[in-house]
């Protein structure tokens, strides 16, 4: 598949093929808002197809089932590798029909994505049972025991925020634990996760074992209901997240879903500031702020909110917005028309509410959806724009005196994802990262994810944890076997 063919076609049992009943759809550039491929549009019945290519390929004795535990950890490597080998088509393509900066997509989505095949290879040998004494029973009589087996066919739906590396974060486990998928990208960004289908089948996946198909949400749907799917993974918003809960209660479908967020961040009087501006600034203006952990709601201690504030300013402004492809760019447009003017509509709640619009707030050119780094102080609560998930550049200032107030306020938070503090005094660090209920805790950083951490959060913010060791619960089941000896 090469970046100027204007057609894709779906991996369904190891052949690329067109929706049955030849629908399909476009996808554009976020930039120019230039149609860069025309995607098969699935419907139930390419569902039906690519879930049970995902069974058969599933079978006992099948060639994957086949395999030993380090050659299926050696197949899962090499697709790091391929990904590594075509980064920088990879990082242009991904730019292109996402809108992020190619540098970024060069430094962050991309190396993580193959980081996350070459860690995750690793677990395809150690995945174990324990021996376990029975407490019932005189020692000798039974040998009792418990060995973890894969879950088996698989359903995975990715967003359009991280388009090539939630396709990893997916991939690579279930993969490791030897379960079958089918994947489904989003449909404002199935570039990538196409042209990863062509490197994984160049690694010698065997066909059917991965499988991709593209759709909008009725394409998900009719893969959360299939009663040939053992378990469906989702990344996206909570909404959503709901839905496929209420989808997956007829057959009792497992689920685990890394949903939305509203992180709090915290800086203390006693921080580094010049750091804290700067990584706050990153927390919440990096990819657009279209990221689930962005730290889009900042508490900070009263004598230094101004100086903060100001610099926080500063930092957005110097931003340079404008497209992808262009190597000044620091930040990109926002995904589609129809998420530019989902934040926009915050930003209008806001003003309409009271809080006091410090920079940006604006669109920005006529062509693409650009939209400027956004600033709000004099906030409260119990607005939209502090309340709810924006996901996008818009970040809300709250003042405080101390930290009972911050959890007062966070308790009513119906998310946990993430959370940030920044100071010297490492008691008052770790007090703050104990009193938030968030399953990520940065210290003075932020965006520091790596592959061998779990990542996953509290209350609506899903359930299940992604990578490290943590994230092979989600593909495996656990079985014990008893033996009574004569």
Partial sequence: MTNDQKSRKMLIGGQWVEALDGATFDTADPA?????????????????????????????????????PAARGRIIHRIGDL???????????????????????????????????HYMSGWATKIEGNTIPMSSAAPGRFLSFTQREPIGVVGQIVPWNYPLLMAAWKLAPALAAGCTIVLKPAEQTPLTALRLGELIQEAGVPDGVVNIITGDG?????????????????????????????????????????????????????ADLERAIAKSAEAIFFNQGETCFAGSRL???????????????????????????????????????????RVMGYVTSGVAEGATLVTGGERLGDEGHFMAPTIFTDTKPSMRIVAEEIFGPVLVVLPFDTLDEIVAIEKDNPYGLAA??????????????????????????WNAVDSALPFGGYKQSGWGRELGHAVLDNYLETKSIITEFS
Avoid: C
């Avoid at 080998?85 to 962050?108: C, M, Q, T, W, Y």
């Avoid at 100001?310 to 930092?315: E, I, M, P, Q, S």
């Fill in 299 to 341: 508490y900070v201690e009263r004598p230094v909110h101004d100086e903060v504030v100001a610099g926080l300013k500063a930092a957005a402004e110097q931003l340079t917005v404008g497209k992808g492809t262009e190597p000044t760019t620091m930040m990109g447009p926002l995904v589609s028309a129809e998420q530019l003017d």
């Fill in 218 to 270: 009725a394409t998900g749907a009719a893969l959360v209901a299939h009663p040939g799917v053992d378990k469906i993974a989702f990344t996206g918003s909570t909404e959503v997240g709901k839905e496929i809960i209420r989808a997956s209660a007829d057959n009792v479908k497992k689920v685990t879903l890394e949903l939305g967020g509203k992180s709090p961040n915290v800086i203390y009087a006693d």
């Fill in 32 to 68: 120019t808002e230039e149609v860069l491929a025309t995607v098969p549009a699935a419907g139930s019945t390419d569902v039906d197809r690519a879930v049970n290519a995902a069974r058969e390929a599933f079978e006992p004795g099948s060639a994957w089932r086949g395999l030993p």
């Fill in 83 to 117: 990904i590594l080998e075509h980064a920088e088509e990879l990082a242009l393509l991904e730019s292109r029909d996402n809108g992020k900066p190619v540098f970024i997509a060069s430094l962050a989505d991309i190396p993580m994505a193959a980081d996350t095949f």
């Fill in 420 to 445: 940030g503090v920044f100071t010297r005094d490492i008691d008052k660090a770790f007090r703050t990262a104990s009193a938030i209920r968030a399953g990520t805790v940065f210290v003075n950083t």
